[in-house]
Each structure stands twice: as C-alpha cells, then as structure tokens.
C-alpha cells in the first residue's frame, strides 16, 4: 500500500478496526487507535462496548480516553439517542444518507440537521 502525501500522524494515520466477533476486537486492541461499529443503537453500542473492553482487559490494558469510538446510528436515531452516544463515550456519529441520489440527501441532510440541533 502507498500513500502520498506522507501523512503527519507518527508512526502513520489512526487506524479505525470495526467488526463485531472476538477476532475483531482483538484486532482493535492490538492495532487500532479506535474502534467503529455500523447501525448500532445506543443499547447495542454499550454491548459491544463491554466486548471491546473485555479484549482490552484480555490484552492487559485498559481503553484509554483518547481511543477513537465512532459509530453509524440507525437511520432513526433521535435526539436523545444522540446524547445517549455522547454519555457512551462515542467520539464521532457517522450518519447513513441512505441513498446517493441529490434530493434524498438533500432531505435526508435535513433530517440529520434538525436532530442535531434537538441533540445540542
């Protein structure tokens, strides 16, 4: 793999490991500065949470703070929904525009927008 132009992060760029089996959360704690989990509600973000956390403790470490958590909500998440990520420890919401065509990311930009507000 090559990348120009270099990068300025040291040793190089955070790599973000998702996935949901043992073998993935390994993975994240031996090479990942951060974790990503794809259309989770706040409930089943704090399960993989604990997974993660227990392959952590596995490894003999603790998840430090600074340990990038970054979810994609599903396309019905809430305002409250988005503070319940915040009080998880979530780093960063990744939002599914759910379609590539102009006018439905257009509205569904919207959408996010106005839940956002609700949410700050």
Do not use: C
């Amino acid at each position: 793999m090559r990348l120009d132009p270099k990068p300025i992060q040291k040793p190089h760029v955070p790599i973000i490991v998702g996935g949901y089996a043992d073998a993935a959360f390994d993975r994240a704690v031996r090479f990942g500065a951060g974790w990503y989990g794809f259309n989770l509600d706040p409930a089943r973000t704090k399960q993989m949470l604990d997974k993660l956390d227990a392959a952590f403790a596995k490894a003999g470490r603790k998840r430090s703070p600074s340990y990038q958590i970054v979810v994609t909500p599903p396309m019905t998440a809430t305002a409250d929904q988005a503070k319940a990520y915040a009080d998880l420890g979530v780093h960063r919401l990744i939002v599914n525009l759910g379609s590539q065509r102009p006018d439905k990311i257009d509205r569904r930009m919207t959408e996010i927008d106005q839940v956002m507000k609700r949410a700050a």
